[in-house]
Protein backbone atom coordinates (compact mmCIF):
# COMPACT_ATOMS: atom_id res chain seq x y z
CA UNK A 1 0.00 0.00 0.00
CA UNK A 2 1.30 3.42 -0.74
CA UNK A 3 1.57 5.81 2.24
CA UNK A 4 3.43 9.39 3.10
CA UNK A 5 4.63 10.33 6.79
CA UNK A 6 5.30 13.94 7.73
CA UNK A 7 7.43 13.20 10.89
CA UNK A 8 6.86 17.39 11.90
CA UNK A 9 3.53 18.69 13.15
CA UNK A 10 4.76 21.87 13.39
CA UNK A 11 7.69 23.71 11.52
CA UNK A 12 8.82 27.10 12.66
CA UNK A 13 11.66 29.20 11.17
CA UNK A 14 12.60 32.68 11.39
CA UNK A 15 11.90 35.11 8.03
CA UNK A 16 15.09 35.11 5.88
CA UNK A 17 15.87 31.49 7.14
CA UNK A 18 15.92 28.64 4.95
CA UNK A 19 12.82 26.45 6.10
CA UNK A 20 12.90 22.34 5.44
CA UNK A 21 9.48 20.45 5.63
CA UNK A 22 9.96 16.82 5.78
CA UNK A 23 8.07 13.63 3.55
CA UNK A 24 8.93 10.15 3.69
CA UNK A 25 6.88 7.87 1.34
CA UNK A 26 6.16 4.15 0.78
CA UNK A 27 4.93 3.17 -2.59
CA UNK A 28 5.59 0.04 -4.80
CA UNK A 29 6.80 1.15 -8.38
CA UNK A 30 7.14 4.53 -9.25
CA UNK A 31 6.50 7.20 -6.97
CA UNK A 32 4.20 10.38 -7.95
CA UNK A 33 4.57 12.66 -5.35
CA UNK A 34 2.80 15.73 -4.78
CA UNK A 35 3.24 18.99 -2.45
CA UNK A 36 0.41 21.46 -1.60
CA UNK A 37 -0.27 23.84 0.37
CA UNK A 38 -3.60 24.90 2.72
CA UNK A 39 -3.85 28.29 3.93
CA UNK A 40 -6.34 29.15 6.81
CA UNK A 41 -10.13 28.57 5.24
CA UNK A 42 -9.09 27.53 1.45
CA UNK A 43 -8.92 24.65 -0.33
CA UNK A 44 -5.54 23.30 -0.92
CA UNK A 45 -3.07 24.75 -3.98
CA UNK A 46 -0.17 22.65 -5.90
CA UNK A 47 3.31 23.69 -5.09
CA UNK A 48 5.28 21.25 -7.10
CA UNK A 49 5.27 17.32 -7.74
CA UNK A 50 7.82 14.65 -8.99
CA UNK A 51 7.22 12.05 -11.64
CA UNK A 52 10.66 11.76 -13.11
CA UNK A 53 13.57 13.36 -14.22
CA UNK A 54 15.28 16.31 -12.26
CA UNK A 55 15.60 14.60 -8.43
CA UNK A 56 15.31 18.41 -7.80
CA UNK A 57 11.85 20.47 -8.57
CA UNK A 58 11.17 23.73 -8.50
CA UNK A 59 7.79 24.91 -7.94
CA UNK A 60 5.45 27.99 -6.84
CA UNK A 61 6.46 30.60 -4.78
CA UNK A 62 9.43 29.81 -4.50
CA UNK A 63 9.16 26.20 -3.27
CA UNK A 64 11.45 23.28 -4.19
CA UNK A 65 11.85 19.85 -3.17
CA UNK A 66 14.52 17.07 -3.54
CA UNK A 67 13.23 13.88 -4.49
CA UNK A 68 15.57 11.15 -2.77
CA UNK A 69 15.21 7.41 -3.87
CA UNK A 70 17.61 6.24 -1.45
CA UNK A 71 15.84 7.81 1.49
CA UNK A 72 12.81 7.58 0.20
CA UNK A 73 12.01 11.27 0.76
CA UNK A 74 10.52 14.29 -1.12
CA UNK A 75 11.41 17.51 1.48
CA UNK A 76 10.06 20.71 0.55
CA UNK A 77 12.23 23.60 0.56
CA UNK A 78 12.46 27.10 0.48
CA UNK A 79 16.36 29.19 0.53
CA UNK A 80 14.16 32.11 2.54
CA UNK A 81 11.25 32.04 4.34
CA UNK A 82 8.55 34.73 4.40
CA UNK A 83 5.88 35.31 6.74
CA UNK A 84 3.65 34.55 4.30
CA UNK A 85 4.49 31.17 3.77
CA UNK A 86 2.86 30.26 7.08
CA UNK A 87 0.16 27.75 6.47
CA UNK A 88 -0.36 24.18 6.55
CA UNK A 89 1.71 22.22 3.68
CA UNK A 90 0.62 18.42 2.84
CA UNK A 91 2.75 16.41 0.98
CA UNK A 92 1.09 13.72 -1.19
CA UNK A 93 1.42 10.34 -2.93
CA UNK A 94 -0.71 9.46 -6.30
CA UNK A 95 -2.03 5.92 -5.59
CA UNK A 96 -1.29 3.82 -8.75
CA UNK A 97 -2.82 0.38 -7.24
CA UNK A 98 -5.88 2.14 -7.92
CA UNK A 99 -5.30 3.23 -11.12
CA UNK A 100 -3.99 6.79 -10.19
CA UNK A 101 -7.58 8.04 -9.08
CA UNK A 102 -6.82 7.99 -5.52
CA UNK A 103 -4.00 10.32 -3.83
CA UNK A 104 -2.94 9.77 -0.25
CA UNK A 105 -1.87 13.05 1.90
CA UNK A 106 0.08 12.99 4.58
CA UNK A 107 -0.66 14.56 8.01
CA UNK A 108 -0.14 17.80 6.94
CA UNK A 109 2.85 19.98 8.35
CA UNK A 110 2.10 23.22 9.80
CA UNK A 111 4.67 25.78 9.14
CA UNK A 112 5.18 29.36 11.28
CA UNK A 113 7.35 31.84 10.12
CA UNK A 114 8.44 34.36 12.13
CA UNK A 115 9.02 38.09 11.56
CA UNK B 1 -13.48 33.18 -13.36
CA UNK B 2 -13.30 30.27 -10.05
CA UNK B 3 -12.06 27.17 -11.45
CA UNK B 4 -13.90 24.40 -8.70
CA UNK B 5 -16.64 26.27 -6.74
CA UNK B 6 -18.58 24.41 -3.82
CA UNK B 7 -21.94 25.80 -2.50
CA UNK B 8 -22.60 26.22 -0.10
CA UNK B 9 -19.56 27.38 1.64
CA UNK B 10 -20.99 26.91 5.47
CA UNK B 11 -23.99 24.49 6.40
CA UNK B 12 -25.25 24.15 9.83
CA UNK B 13 -28.03 21.61 10.16
CA UNK B 14 -29.28 19.27 12.95
CA UNK B 15 -28.99 15.82 13.55
CA UNK B 16 -31.02 13.50 11.24
CA UNK B 17 -31.11 15.91 8.05
CA UNK B 18 -30.27 15.18 4.80
CA UNK B 19 -28.18 18.06 3.08
CA UNK B 20 -26.30 18.33 -0.64
CA UNK B 21 -23.06 19.79 -1.52
CA UNK B 22 -22.54 20.98 -4.78
CA UNK B 23 -19.76 21.00 -6.99
CA UNK B 24 -18.72 22.74 -10.48
CA UNK B 25 -15.28 22.75 -12.30
CA UNK B 26 -14.49 24.83 -15.43
CA UNK B 27 -11.30 23.57 -16.25
CA UNK B 28 -12.37 20.61 -18.72
CA UNK B 29 -11.22 18.03 -16.56
CA UNK B 30 -12.28 14.51 -16.49
CA UNK B 31 -11.35 13.12 -13.17
CA UNK B 32 -13.48 14.42 -9.82
CA UNK B 33 -13.61 13.92 -6.21
CA UNK B 34 -14.60 14.25 -2.94
CA UNK B 35 -12.62 14.40 0.30
CA UNK B 36 -13.05 15.13 4.20
CA UNK B 37 -11.29 17.03 6.18
CA UNK B 38 -11.42 16.25 9.93
CA UNK B 39 -10.88 18.54 12.56
CA UNK B 40 -7.23 17.92 12.90
CA UNK B 41 -7.18 18.55 9.69
CA UNK B 42 -6.70 14.80 8.37
CA UNK B 43 -7.73 14.65 4.80
CA UNK B 44 -9.18 11.37 3.10
CA UNK B 45 -10.88 10.69 0.11
CA UNK B 46 -14.51 9.87 -0.55
CA UNK B 47 -14.98 9.29 -3.58
CA UNK B 48 -13.04 9.71 -7.09
CA UNK B 49 -15.14 9.83 -10.36
CA UNK B 50 -13.73 9.38 -14.07
CA UNK B 51 -16.20 10.50 -16.72
CA UNK B 52 -18.89 10.43 -14.73
CA UNK B 53 -18.02 6.95 -13.67
CA UNK B 54 -17.55 6.22 -9.96
CA UNK B 55 -14.14 4.68 -9.99
CA UNK B 56 -13.23 4.93 -6.14
CA UNK B 57 -15.58 4.55 -2.57
CA UNK B 58 -13.55 4.92 -0.05
CA UNK B 59 -15.66 2.86 2.85
CA UNK B 60 -17.99 5.63 3.11
CA UNK B 61 -21.05 4.80 4.61
CA UNK B 62 -24.00 4.46 2.28
CA UNK B 63 -25.26 7.89 4.00
CA UNK B 64 -23.38 9.56 1.73
CA UNK B 65 -24.48 9.39 -1.91
CA UNK B 66 -22.58 11.29 -4.90
CA UNK B 67 -24.11 12.47 -8.38
CA UNK B 68 -22.42 13.13 -11.30
CA UNK B 69 -25.07 14.48 -14.03
CA UNK B 70 -22.00 15.06 -15.97
CA UNK B 71 -18.03 15.68 -16.52
CA UNK B 72 -18.27 18.87 -14.76
CA UNK B 73 -20.38 18.06 -11.65
CA UNK B 74 -20.12 16.06 -8.70
CA UNK B 75 -22.76 16.34 -5.92
CA UNK B 76 -22.72 15.12 -2.99
CA UNK B 77 -26.28 13.81 -1.20
CA UNK B 78 -25.49 13.14 3.17
CA UNK B 79 -28.97 11.35 4.69
CA UNK B 80 -29.56 11.26 7.83
CA UNK B 81 -26.64 13.30 9.27
CA UNK B 82 -24.83 12.71 12.05
CA UNK B 83 -22.91 14.42 14.66
CA UNK B 84 -19.70 12.48 13.32
CA UNK B 85 -20.07 14.14 9.51
CA UNK B 86 -19.02 17.33 10.78
CA UNK B 87 -16.08 17.94 9.16
CA UNK B 88 -15.00 20.47 5.82
CA UNK B 89 -15.43 18.48 2.68
CA UNK B 90 -13.40 19.51 -0.33
CA UNK B 91 -14.66 18.89 -4.59
CA UNK B 92 -11.60 18.39 -6.38
CA UNK B 93 -11.18 18.01 -9.95
CA UNK B 94 -7.83 16.78 -12.15
CA UNK B 95 -6.94 15.50 -15.79
CA UNK B 96 -5.85 12.61 -17.49
CA UNK B 97 -6.00 10.96 -13.48
CA UNK B 98 -5.00 7.59 -15.37
CA UNK B 99 -1.38 8.54 -15.59
CA UNK B 100 -0.90 9.52 -12.22
CA UNK B 101 1.10 12.73 -13.19
CA UNK B 102 -1.64 15.42 -12.69
CA UNK B 103 -2.15 17.79 -9.91
CA UNK B 104 -5.70 18.05 -8.01
CA UNK B 105 -7.53 22.02 -8.03
CA UNK B 106 -9.28 21.85 -5.07
CA UNK B 107 -12.26 24.19 -4.19
CA UNK B 108 -12.38 26.32 -1.29
CA UNK B 109 -14.45 23.92 0.91
CA UNK B 110 -17.95 23.24 2.75
CA UNK B 111 -17.96 23.46 6.58
CA UNK B 112 -20.26 21.12 7.71
CA UNK B 113 -21.17 21.47 10.99
CA UNK B 114 -23.97 19.05 12.58
CA UNK B 115 -25.80 20.17 15.65
Known amino acids: AQSVAQPEDQVNVAEGNPLTVKCTYSVSGNPYLFWYVQYPNRGLQFLLK??????LVKGSYGFEAEFNKSQTSFHLKKPSALVSDSALYFC?????????????FGAGTRLFVKA | DTAVSQTPKYLVTQMGNDKSIKCEQN?????MYWYKQDSKKFLKIMFSYNNKELIINETVPNRFSPKSPDKAHLNLHINSLELGDSAVYFC??????????????FGQGTRLTVV
Open chain 2, 92 to 105: ASSLGQGSGNTEAF
Open chain 1, 50 to 55: YITGDN
Open chain 2, 27 to 31: LGHDT
Open chain 1, 92 to 104: AVRDMDTGGFKTI
